[in-house]
């Protein structure tokens, strides 16, 4: 049974190095589980950090790591944490899990209002992404 316990270990250490898996794998008590990672760092080497997924709409911002990410514009997906990943833009509140507020278009210089497409109770809604 220890040799089964070293070879688990080797496949979590492999599997910590991998940064395409959203997870890793940890053992307690000779049991393997899933740990959630999505609080973890985005991967990413030198200038790589310093540009953003994709061309930001709503302006950028560093996240805890040090990484460029964009704002979610209205009616996106975001997380109510301020400091952590999927920030509204700056003149938009987090509520039900979606940007809203009002804001200046960067388009068309007008001002715009958005509220929560489907808001109901305090449940949390999952990124379209």
Not at 101 to 110: A, T
């Given at each position: 049974m220890k040799s089964l316990s070293g070879l688990a270990i080797f496949i979590a250490?492999?599997?910590a190095e991998v940064v395409s898996f959203p997870f890793l794998l940890e053992i307690e008590e000779?049991?393997?589980r899933e740990i959630d990672t999505a609080h973890k760092c985005r991967q990413c080497t030198g200038e790589e950090c310093l540009i953003p997924p994709e061309p930001c709409r709503y302006g950028s911002y560093f996240d805890r790591c040090g990484h460029v990410n964009c704002y979610?514009?209205?009616r996106n997906f975001c997380n109510p944490?301020?400091?952590?990943?999927?920030r509204c833009a700056k003149q938009l509140s987090c509520l039900c899990n979606e940007c809203q507020?009002?804001?200046?278009?960067?388009?068309?210089?007008?001002y715009?209002?958005?509220t929560a497409s489907s808001c109901s109770g305090m449940g949390h809604r999952r990124p379209d992404k």
């Open positions: 250490l492999i599997v000779g049991f393997i979610q514009g209205p944490d301020p400091t952590g990943a999927f507020g009002c804001l200046k278009d960067p388009e068309d210089g007008e715009h209002c958005y």
